[in-house]
């Protein structure tokens, strides 16, 4: 019995895998990282969420979200402003720029990649994403470590 009869190796392997293909296609065709992806969609569906709270999502520590907002601004994808609700806080958001940039790398993902689970079948493709949903559920419930506090397809 191999490693790809291991549930656990597989999913780890392959969004390794995934992750590292998308992060090269990214890069080379918007200038952009798979971290900077995921962060910039995180602030389109939510720009009040604190880097903290980012950071745990996602699967990485405050600083690193911090200097990936920086490289973002820089590149004019993300804008910070005083919340005005409290004036401590500050709201990082997308700008059209950045929206568009989000919106052509989804796009880029979906093309690049669409042939490989094109592979399967609708109705495998289909019951993938309802099995990864249900997993999500269970696996990011609150109180989880790394949990988050979104709903899929939201």
């Given amino acids: 019995m191999g490693p790809t009869t291991n549930l656990n190796y597989l999913l780890q392997h392959l969004s390794e895998v995934l ?12 200038g952009i990282g798979l971290s900077q992806y995921k962060l910039l969609m995180v602030l389109e569906w939510n720009p009040r969420v604190q880097q903290r709270t980012i950071a745990s999502s ?4 405050e600083a690193s979200i911090s ?7 820089d590149k004019g994808l993300l804008v910070t402003r005083l919340d005005p609700t409290n004036r401590r806080r500050h709201i990082t958001a997308p700008t059209t720029q950045g929206m568009q940039v989000t919106e052509a790398a989804t796009a880029l993902i979906r093309r690049s990649f ?19 949903q249900q997993l999500h559920q269970i696996v990011c419930r609150p109180g989880k470590t790394g949990a988050c506090d979104h709903q899929l397809g939201v």
Avoid at 19 to 30: F, I, S
Wanted: charged letters at 25%.
């Fill in 19 to 30: 992750g590292k293909q998308y992060d090269e296609a990214l890069q080379t065709h918007l």
């Fill in 58 to 61: 996602l699967g990485q520590t």
């Fill in 67 to 73: 200097r990936q907002i920086k490289l973002l601004k």
């Fill in 114 to 132: 669409g042939p490989e689970f094109g592979r399967l079948g609708e109705d495998q493709l289909l019951q993938l994403v309802s099995t990864l």
